[in-house]
């Protein structure tokens, strides 16, 4: 089963800055199979991007993913206040796997 | 409009059976898709629970496969779950899922809390 890990745990940034965010599996996947959300307090889950770098319906393009093999990376370009939430990154083999998620706060 | 609604007990005894009904309004299940549920515990991270296509076709995660069934039910437009023999750390949100590809989620329910507590 594959594991997937996130870094930072916290991203403390000020709305401007860029972040970039690490999702890494536990083997070789298939970047096809990879997609990032967004979960913000009290509303559902945002898919993101899909196919690790494929912006999904409505996301707007300050949000780009890339990366291969083990590692992949959401990358925000230019922080909005809407910005601030929950990432997760969620591959799709035999079964789904999210990973723990990386929190990108106000500085 | 494509739209998912959950809805079901929201407290659930210890040892029972948790069954919640998704309601898909704007689209047939019938038509295609795949369908699913996520929860999320209290401070926790997303969880996967299952998915299912009209087809009949299932796949559930390993660690709840033993207690989880996920079905459709085209004539009422519904997506169901039962977890049987629930226990506190079944307490979650849980969400209803959909995407035209099995290897994602693009619609999602509101969310549904379910307690389980006696």
């Known amino acids: 089963e594959i594991v997937l890990t996130q870094s930072p745990g916290t991203l403390s940034l000020s709305p401007g800055e860029s972040a970039t965010l690490s999702c890494r599996a536990s083997?070789?996947?298939?970047?096809?199979?990879l997609a990032w959300y967004q979960h913000k307090p009290g509303q559902a889950p945002s898919l993101l991007l899909y196919s690790a770098s494929l912006r999904a319906a409505g996301t707007p393009d300050r949000f780009s993913g890339g990366g291969s093999g083990t590692g992949f990376t959401l990358t925000i370009s230019r922080l909005e206040p809407e910005d601030f939430a929950l990432y997760y990154c969620?591959?799709?083999?035999?079964?789904?796997?999210f990973g723990p998620g990386t929190r990108v706060d106000v500085k | 409009q494509f739209q998912l609604q959950e809805s079901g007990p929201g407290l659930v005894k210890p040892s029972e059976t948790l069954a919640l009904i998704c309601r898909v309004s704007g689209y047939s299940i019938s038509a295609g898709f795949y369908w699913g549920w996520v929860r999320q515990a209290p401070g926790k991270g997303l969880e996967w629970i299952g998915s299912t296509h009209r087809d009949g076709s299932t796949l559930y995660n390993p660690s709840l496969k033993s207690r989880v069934t996920i079905s459709v039910d085209t004539s009422k437009n519904e997506l169901s779950l039962n977890l049987a023999l629930v226990t506190a750390a079944d307490t979650a949100v849980y969400y209803c899922t959909s995407d035209s590809s099995v290897r994602w989620f693009f619609y999602w329910g509101q969310g549904l809390l379910v307690t389980v507590s006696s």
């Open positions: 969620q591959h799709f083999g035999s079964s789904f796997t």
């Open positions: 083997q070789d996947v298939d970047s096809r199979y």
